[in-house]
């Protein structure tokens, strides 16, 4: 029986919390919740769901 793997899809932004995913994705959505002038938001944890 062959399976095949989802390397991507989209997914509703309140969904994506509940998503096995890469820390840039955090890094990604801090950046658009808070808009921070020089590009940089505090560092986002890695465990549990995020990933390196």
């Given at each position: 029986?062959?399976?095949?793997?989802?390397?991507?899809?989209?997914?509703?932004?309140?969904?994506?919390?509940?998503?096995d995913?890469?820390?840039?994705?955090?890094?990604?959505l801090?950046?658009?919740?808070?808009?921070?002038g020089?590009?940089?938001?505090?560092?986002?944890?890695?465990?549990?769901?995020?990933?390196?």
């Amino acid at each position: 029986m062959e399976q095949h793997v989802k390397l991507a899809a989209w997914v509703p932004l309140a969904d994506v919390p509940g998503q096995d995913r890469a820390v840039t994705v955090d890094v990604g959505l801090a950046r658009y919740r808070t808009g921070p002038g020089d590009g940089r938001v505090a560092p986002v944890p890695v465990g549990g769901l995020v990933r390196q």
